[in-house]
């Protein structure tokens, strides 16, 4: 994990900064981390670099600093996600670190940067001469944001940090209306005005005073790629297996043992497709979330007695496990973590003091069709109505008429933009799960994933994302490209029924044989759901009481030019919601409570740098100003040891102590914590829940 932050002033000095640097670290509310801070002799810039072990790189891996022999000559390289060569010797699966990418680039440009490589990531460059420049991988999957304003130049990729340099911001209201209307935010707009995500294909580029930010029609379309569709389709095929394996070999050598996520569905088998391809069999253990009863389950426990894989069923836990405080703090706690930039479907705000891998199937919607396959794509107006006909245009139904409208246009003018930069009618559903939903909602997602583990997507490869758009919507339809990964890497695996679901008949004439459509595994009736706070918000009438007591303390929100109060008091008040509603319902809240400051800055403890990675971590700290031990042991629940002789006697002694801010631990029970700023009481009204934030912030019981 590397957060970074390059800040370059101009016509205002940098010395103010770069004296609140401390306050940066303090604003990310991580515990363990490294930080590296660049400043030249001239301090024409402040590069800082905030890192920690994980389960690919060392602290070192992921930064690179170079002093020149000549006065205010420094250059500097920071990462952050994962990368490595697309064509490199299979006998020498390593992830490039921090130094490789400097030396590429000081011989190569970004494309060619981009071009040669696979992952997920982004760094910050800087040459000697000062010339700074920033990029992600073509998908965004890890977000950069920058600025220019109050005569700077800010460059992060994290939104908080911008945010903690500017001081006073703007909350993008209109932007984050998205958040309720769709689940994420459409565009490269953020939860601030005056500062953008970097669009996909898009670099920044630094030097002197003027940042420029070069940006590039859609990758995804690619006339080379196109033409090969025809002729050489078979190579471009078996290239884009061989690419994906070796995103599986490098971790793999890297990783073994990581737990893969078995489901029903084709996502997950194709990634165990590639980790036989790689032959990756012997190091890999597998886990399923759910029932015995659910079709997951089933078919997951199926392939793992085929291949002899040990496999876990992780039993979904019933709502009574977490009080209804519990919830509410996770929501605000998720909204601090992702700075209110996912409308994600659940509401994390967890823990974590483990490093591990997990291998995950995201990108593969990229070629699976997303949306309907009956849609009409026609015109403009057809192809921006794609969010109605699967049911996610303010889902839950609180938007006011006005704004509906508003927010349609929006859509239409985004089509617009696509098909300027050269995309297809036909494709416009996948076109914005890519570039719109990958980064807005998986990428942001796995940044808050990422600061406690690390999920690599093995199917994410250009090359078969330009391919899947070169072959077209009727074989992404067919999940023509799926078909042909699980079956190249192991035919029992395309044979094996699917839960709930089959293959599309249409694959036939593709297939070695025609016994490969098998009616799926159903999901049985009465099968619970519960285990998230979806349930919770339907079946608790205390969660939404407390939900209540805040929405109605804010009787002159800005945000209810857009949304319809009485809408959303309904729709908190209903029993049963849909799956869609509470989705945008959770988008509603997110901005809601970003707009007014509601966050909890839950503190993420990462395992120490001596700790062997992939091993659960039991942490001694003492909180800042307090004699009391605690033990903080990855869950949710702290153990009090009271003193030093029980600390000893529990076995921990060779431990040292950490030092904590006393929100490291805010939920142990007697604990007599301060409201946090970030939690404070709106000026006009009043409600119990808040008034009452210091008690449930400090005697929440984990159970």
């Keep these: 994990m590397g957060i970074f932050l390059y800040i370059k002033p101009y016509g205002r000095p940098l010395a103010p900064l770069v004296e609140s640097w401390s306050a940066y670290i303090q604003a990310l509310n991580i515990q363990y981390l490294e930080h590296h801070i660049v ?25 690179h600093v170079l002093t020149g022999e ?23 699966n390593e992830a490039l670190n921090a130094k490789s990418i400097s030396q590429w680039l000081k011989h190569g440009d970004v494309e060619n940067f981009r071009d040669s490589c696979n992952g997920e990531y982004s760094v910050v460059h800087g040459a000697s001469d000062g010339t700074m420049v920033a990029f992600s991988d073509r998908l965004c999957v890890e977000n950069i944001y920058y600025t220019e304003q109050n005569g700077l130049h800010i460059v992060s990729n994290r939104l908080r940090l911008i945010k903690e340099v500017l001081g006073t911001v703007d909350v993008n209201t209109e932007n984050m209306v998205w958040l309720g209307m769709v689940g994420y935010i459409i565009g490269e707009g953020t939860s601030i005005k005056k500062v953008n995500r970097l669009p996909q294909g898009a670099c920044i580029k630094i030097q002197g005073d003027t940042l420029s930010v070069q940006k590039r029609a859609l990758f995804m379309y690619d006339p080379e790629i196109r033409k090969q569709a025809v002729s050489h389709l078979d190579h471009l095929l078996m290239q884009g297996i061989r690419e994906c394996t070796r995103n599986v070999a490098v971790c793999l050598e890297n990783v073994p043992g990581a737990p893969v996520p078995l489901s029903g569905g084709k996502d997950s088998r194709a990634v165990l497709g590639l980790i036989l391809r790689a032959g990756g069999l012997e190091k890999i253990t597998s886990f399923t979330n759910g029932f015995e009863e659910h079709p997951d389950v089933v078919v997951a426990k199926q392939i793992a007695t085929y291949f002899g894989i040990n496999h876990k069923i ?3 836990k019933p709502p009574t496990t977490l009080s209804s405080e519990d919830i509410f703090r996770k929501l605000a706690a998720s909204v601090f973590q992702t700075d209110g930039m996912l409308g994600g479907f659940d509401a994390r705000g967890s823990h974590s003091a483990e490093n591990k891998l997990v291998y995950a199937g995201h990108v593969g919607e990229v070629y699976r069709g997303y949306g309907r396959k009956d849609a009409d794509l026609s015109s403009v107006r057809a192809a921006a109505q794609m969010f109605h006909i699967i049911k996610l245009f303010d889902p839950a139904n609180i938007t006011n008429n006005e704004c509906k409208h508003y927010f349609e246009k929006m859509l239409e003018e985004r089509v617009h933009f696509y098909l300027d930069e050269g995309g297809a009618l036909e494709d416009i559903p996948e076109l914005i799960y890519t570039v719109e939903r990958i980064p807005n909602w998986v990428g942001i997602l796995r940044r808050h994933d990422g600061y406690s583990c690390r999920i690599i997507n093995p199917l994410n490869t250009e090359t078969f994302i330009r391919l899947s758009f070169a072959l077209g919507r009727h074989q992404r339809n067919i999940e023509r490209i799926h078909f042909e990964i699980i079956k190249h890497c192991n035919n029992w695996l395309v044979e094996l029924p699917f839960a709930n679901a089959k293959w599309d008949s249409r694959l036939g004439e593709y297939a070695e044989s025609s016994d490969f459509i098998k009616e799926p595994v159903p999901v049985p009736p009465g099968i619970p759901t519960f285990g998230s706070w979806q349930t919770q918000l339907n079946d608790s009438v205390t969660l939404r009481k407390m939900i209540m007591d805040v929405i109605s303390s804010y009787p002159q929100s800005p945000v209810w030019a857009y949304f319809d109060r009485n809408m959303v008091e309904r729709s908190i008040l209903k029993d049963r919601k849909s799956t869609h509603a509470l989705i945008g319902l959770y988008g509603f809240l997110t901005l809601f409570f970003y707009q007014h400051g509601i966050e909890v800055p839950m503190k993420l403890h990462l395992a120490p740098k001596d700790r062997p990675l992939g091993k659960p971590t039991s942490i001694p700290i003492r909180p800042n100003g307090n004699n009391t031990l605690y033990v903080y042991n990855g869950a949710l629940s702290k153990q009090m040891m009271g003193t030093r002789d029980d600390f000893v006697r529990s076995g921990l002694s060779r ?9 490291a631990i805010r939920s142990i029970p007697g604990d007599n914590m301060p409201i946090p700023t970030q939690m404070r009481q709106p000026s006009t009204g009043t409600f119990s829940f808040l008034r009452n934030l210091v008690g449930f912030l400090s005697s929440t019981k984990h159970k």
């Excluded at 000549?70 to 020498?92: C, H, I, P």
């Design 655 to 663: 431990e040292r102590i950490f030092e904590t801010h006393p929100l």
């Design 70 to 92: 000549r006065a205010n000559t420094v250059g500097f390289t920071f990462l952050q996600g994962y990368v490595w060569e697309k064509d490199a010797d299979n006998s020498s």
């Design 314 to 316: 992780n039993v979904t």
């Design 39 to 63: 400043i030249p002799d001239d301090q024409s810039f402040c590069a800082a670099h905030f890192t920690c072990n994980d389960t690919l790189y060392t602290t070192d891996d992921q930064t």
